[in-house]
């Protein structure tokens, strides 16, 4: 059974910096993308970043400028990576790891990410 597994979230001062990572026990071959979503008490779910398969990634225009997604490629695992900079209090929310593959959609639990002085 494909898991993803997120971690490295936690308390952060506003402007302050973290990565998060995700462990997906799934090869690469298996995935048309992944990406990062997120989501706060009361609202709607939101897209953070996407990285397709060749490598190329798209980011939320909330986002955008403060973020980069990766990916570390493993024989029958893939790691994906954000690090997220300049953080502010609006981007606190539980934050989690999607796959599209094998035509399903895959999700993590979730790690919380709380921005806050």
């Known amino acids: 059974q494909v898991q993803l597994v997120e971690s490295g979230g936690g308390l952060v001062q506003p402007g302050g910096s973290l990565e998060l990572s995700c462990a997906a026990s799934?090869?690469?071959?298996?995935?048309?993308?992944m990406g990062w979503y997120r989501q706060a008490p009361g609202k709607q779910r939101e897209l953070v970043g996407t990285?397709?398969?060749?490598?190329?990634?798209?980011?939320g225009d909330s986002v955008k400028g403060r973020i980069v997604i990766w990916r570390i490629d493993g024989e029958n695992s893939v790691d994906l990576q954000m690090q997220m900079n300049e953080l502010k209090p609006e981007d606190t929310a539980k934050y989690f790891c999607?796959?599209?593959?094998?035509?399903?959609?895959?999700w993590g639990q979730g790690t919380q990410v709380t921005v806050s002085s």
């Open positions: 799934i090869s690469i071959s298996s995935i048309d993308f």
């Open positions: 999607y796959a599209r593959a094998n035509n399903m959609d895959l």
């Open positions: 990285i397709m398969f060749d490598g190329s990634a798209n980011y």
